[in-house]
């Protein structure tokens, strides 16, 4: 019987971990959660990651909940150390992820260790920190349509901090 090199049980390691890490975005967030925070059914849960997240440094995955016009996305961003998570979850991140001009965005205690909240004609989302990892939990749409509410949006978010 071959023996595996400590490189080879290594990199399989890391390969399994790779390959569930963005069914675990999908894991925080039930498809009933999402459908409630969407206000209709989910047509379609797409995992993705993880990734090289460029704008931070981190290792991404998300997992996108569709329905006819909008959609919820959690996506979970882990740092090799919790301070380097700390350092980069600013106002000025939460603002780049929301790509909207018109995003006003304010920090928000009772979510994880740190958390802010940011809304726009297009979309709202709670981004918070846990651990080694920056979460966020949006929901979005066409600009004008309905949105759910901040404090159904806080506790999805409340909820996803939980299983982090």
């Known amino acids: 019987m071959p023996l595996l090199s400590f490189a080879s049980v290594l990199a399989l390691l890391s390969m399994l971990a790779s390959a569930t890490f963005a069914a ?5 967030l ?6 409630a925070l969407l206000g209709q059914p989910v047509a379609q849960v797409t995992p993705a990651g993880p990734k090289h997240d460029e704008d931070s440094g981190g290792q991404m995955s998300y997992c ?7 959609a919820v996305i959690v996506s979970v961003v882990e740092f090799s150390s919790a301070a380097e998570a700390q350092k980069q979850l600013t106002e000025n991140l939460v603002r780049e992820r ?14 994880g260790e740190k958390s802010f909240y940011g809304v726009s004609t297009r ?8 651990k080694n990892k920056v979460v966020s939990v949006g ?3 066409r ?5 759910a509410s901040k404090e ?3 506790s999805a978010a409340q909820a996803v901090a939980s299983k982090v």
């Open 123 to 130: 979309g709202a989302t709670f981004v918070f920190l846990k």
């Open 64 to 70: 996108t909940y569709r329905a006819t016009a909008t």
């Open 143 to 147: 600009p004008g349509q309905a949105l």
């Open 24 to 28: 675990d975005a999908c894991s925080l």
């Open 98 to 111: 929301m790509r909207a001009e018109d995003a006003k965005i304010s920090e928000e205690p009772g979510v």
């Open 30 to 35: 039930s498809e009933n959660e999402a459908a």
């Open 152 to 154: 159904a949006l806080r």
């Open 139 to 141: 929901v979005g749409g």
